[in-house]
C-alpha cells in the first residue's frame, strides 16, 4: 500500500483562485517532499520539508508539516493555466534509503 | 546541459521478450533509482542503487533486473517474467539518499 495519500484525487479551479492539496502518511518521516508532473512527462521536485519544520515557502507555494496528524497541505496561491498537472507527495520511510509516493492529486486550473 | 536522460521514449514489448530501457545521468548523483507508474496509482519503487556495484530490490523488483557498472548508467532491464509489464518507467537520481530527486522523462511501455 503506499505510504502517502493525497486527497482530493482531483481539483479544478479557476485562474486566480487558491488551490490546497492535501497528503496524509503512516509511518515517522525524516522529511516530505512535494513533486509536480505535467501529463506524459517526468516528475519536477518543488519543495521538501524536514520533520522538525512546520512551514515551508517558496514562490507562490506554501507547505505545512504537521507530524501529530501525519499530514502535509500543498498551497498554490493566484493559479495560473501553467499550473495544470498532478502533484504527489514522497515521504522517506525511516532506515529505508528511498522515497515512497502518493497517488497523487491533479489540478485542472481553467482560464 | 546537466540532466538525466532517458531513451527511448516509446518502447514496445513482444511476448516472450527481454527489452532494456535506458538512463544514464550526468549530474554525478550517487543514487539512482527506476519507478513504474501505472494510471491512478501513483509511482512504485522497481530497484534503486546508492552507489556502483550495488542495488537493492524495490517493492516490485519481480520480473525485473537492473546493473550499476557506471556512475552514469542505471539500465533497467524488463525480463519475460514481467507479465503485466505496459507502464510508463521514470528513473530518477539524487545527490545522496532521500534526498530530492531529479527524473528523466520516461519510457512508455506497451506490449504488442
Known amino acids: 500500500s503506499q505510504q502517502g495519500e493525497e486527497d482530493p484525487q482531483a481539483l479544478s479551479i479557476q485562474e486566480g483562485e487558491n488551490a490546497t492539496m492535501n497528503c496524509s502518511y503512516k509511518t515517522s518521516i525524516n522529511n516530505l517532499q512535494w513533486y509536480r508532473q505535467n501529463s506524459g512527462r517526468g516528475l519536477v521536485h518543488l519543495i521538501l520539508?524536514?520533520?522538525?519544520?512546520r512551514e515551508k515557502h517558496s514562490g507562490r507555494l506554501r507547505v505545512t508539516l504537521d507530524t501529530s496528524k501525519k499530514s502535509s497541505s500543498l498551497l498554490i496561491t493566484a493559479s495560473r493555466a501553467a499550473d495544470t498537472a498532478s502533484y504527489f507527495c514522497a515521504t522517506d520511510t525511516g532506515t529505508a534509503s528511498k522515497l515512497t509516493f502518493g497517488t497523487g492529486t491533479r489540478l485542472q486550473v481553467t482560464l | 546541459d546537466g540532466g538525466i536522460t532517458q531513451s527511448p521514449k516509446y518502447l514496445f514489448r513482444k511476448e516472450g521478450q527481454n527489452v532494456t530501457l535506458s538512463c544514464e545521468q550526468n549530474?554525478?548523483?550517487?543514487?539512482m533509482y527506476w519507478y513504474r507508474q501505472d494510471p491512478g496509482q501513483g509511482l512504485r519503487l522497481i530497484y534503486y542503487?546508492?552507489?556502483?556495484?550495488?542495488?537493492q530490490k524495490g517493492d516490485i523488483a519481480e520480473g525485473y533486473s537492473v546493473s550499476r557498472e557506471k556512475k552514469e548508467s542505471f539500465p533497467l532491464t524488463v525480463t519475460s517474467a514481467q507479465k503485466n509489464p505496459t507502464a510508463f518507467y521514470l528513473c530518477a537520481s539524487s545527490i545522496g539518499s532521500k534526498e530530492k530527486l531529479f527524473f528523466g522523462s520516461g519510457t512508455q511501455l506497451s506490449v504488442l
Open positions: 520539508i524536514r520533520s522538525n519544520e
Open positions: 542503487s546508492q552507489i556502483v556495484n550495488d542495488f
Open positions: 549530474l554525478n548523483h550517487d543514487a
